[in-house]
């Protein structure tokens, strides 16, 4: 079935670091989304990639679709506390398909 | 607009026992999934229905995990009898027919003792 790998698994940061994590897959997907977790709740989507190449922004929060389909990447600028928290991507082939989720980087930042 | 409503929020039971989880999607999400993530993972997808039928069940342990959205809107997810490797959280999605943007509830977390 289809696989995605999640990395890095954590990081440790300093408030006000810049942060990158990527998200591979082992087929292609049509349709990519970031999701934050806090603790004891679910997942909350962040941004939504429709199309391979686009790059789209959510605040300090820029996520890509890669040109292959088969990546993406969210990058986070100038962190604060309040990004802590479990950060995933999940693909979708089309609208009908399952929605798949990588493993989960786990984000801890210091102040 | 009210989001997903999952019900109970937590749920300890002890092995070989039954459990039922209900889910409220989002008024007018045909799509609805049913997740288990375990401590430290990412969420599983165990089914997902579209309107009251089963479009994936394929990670679904029918010998013991059930569901049902009988009428297309709101869903249970039942375990019997429960086993220790079932303590997860079970969140519940929706989305809206030909749409690709999931939304959570909060989820169940399950303790299995």
Not at chain 2, 97 to 106: D, H, L, R, V, W
């Amino acid at each position: 079935g289809q696989q995605l790998n999640q990395s890095p698994q954590s990081m440790f940061i300093q408030e006000g670091e810049d942060v990158s994590m990527n998200c591979t897959s082992s087929s292609i997907f049509n349709t990519w989304l970031w999701y934050k977790q806090d603790p004891g709740e679910g997942p909350v989507l962040l941004i939504a990639l429709y199309k391979a190449g686009e790059l789209t922004s959510n605040g300090r929060l820029t996520a890509q679709f890669g040109i292959t389909r088969k990546d993406s990447f969210l990058n986070i600028s100038a962190s604060i506390p309040s990004d802590v928290g479990i950060y995933f991507c999940a693909g979708l082939f089309d609208s009908g398909s399952r929605l798949t989720f990588g493993e989960g980087t786990q984000l801890t930042v210091n102040p | 607009e009210a989001g997903v409503a999952q019900s109970p929020r937590y749920k300890i039971i002890e092995k070989r026992q039954s459990v039922a989880f209900w889910c409220n999607p989002i008024s007018g999400h045909a799509t609805l999934y049913w997740y288990q993530q375990i401590l430290g993972q990412g969420p599983k997808l165990l089914i997902q229905f579209q309107n009251n039928g089963v479009v994936d069940d394929s990670q679904l342990p029918k010998d013991r995990f059930s569901a049902e959205r009988l009428k297309g809107v709101d869903s249970t997810l039942k375990i019997q009898p429960a086993k220790l490797e079932d303590s997860a959280v079970y969140l519940c999605a929706s989305r809206i027919s030909g749409g690709t943007e999931a939304f959570f509830g909060q989820g169940t977390r399950l303790t299995v003792v």
